[in-house]
């Protein structure tokens, strides 16, 4: 009954949802979740974080539309920018991929879950294709990294590692001495998933 009332509701009103949020400031795309059409909802989200900027809500949702389309690995990696852009742990119900958020639930301390799903490998490795891409990453984030709490500083240092290739020799081996020192078993865990 849902998604026939919000399909029927975007048809209807196609000319009036050409923005990216409602006059209310709902991101269209929550609607084309709920009318069961994440296609049309992955191309909303996406085109606003294009146009508008990053956010952990936007990506949470993305996570979800990549979720229902079957794609895991793209969604876990989504949740994982959602975490690194501020998701708070009274959020991580909405996550609808059940095995990932058992796996966060499951974590030896829930504060650093997300770092510990990284450091084991079980999220997709965030690789940029170019250098550019890299340090328009680096100059949003790694500016604000000491006003960060320690489990997200390790995930951008996860980044910043997985990313060697862009890396000086000396960038690479400083962020891995700061992923050992914010926490060294999860750090020990990591590079041993790299040898």
Known sequence: MRRNFFSRLLAVNRRLFEELRTPAGRPLGDF????????????????????????????LRLGNCDFRLGHARVA?????????????EHSWNLIEDTEFLSRLRDAEDPEWAFPEVCAVGEL??????????????????????????????????WIISENKAFCSD??????????????PRLHTRYMQCLA
Request: charged share 25%; proline share 6%; hydrophobic share 35%.
């Open 32 to 59: 084309y979740l709920l009318a069961e059409q994440p296609n049309n909802a992955r191309r909303h989200y996406e085109k606003q974080i294009r146009q508008v900027g990053d956010g952990w809500e936007l990506r």
């Open 76 to 88: 876990r990696s989504n949740y994982h920018w959602a975490f690194v852009l501020g998701l708070p």
């Open 170 to 183: 000396n960038e690479l081996i400083d962020t891995r001495m700061e992923m050992k020192a914010l926490n």
């Open 124 to 157: 997709p490795p965030p690789r940029f294709s170019s250098s550019d891409q890299f340090k328009e990453f680096k100059s949003r984030f790694v500016t604000a990294l000491d006003g960060l709490c320690g489990h997200r500083r390790f995930c951008l240092h």
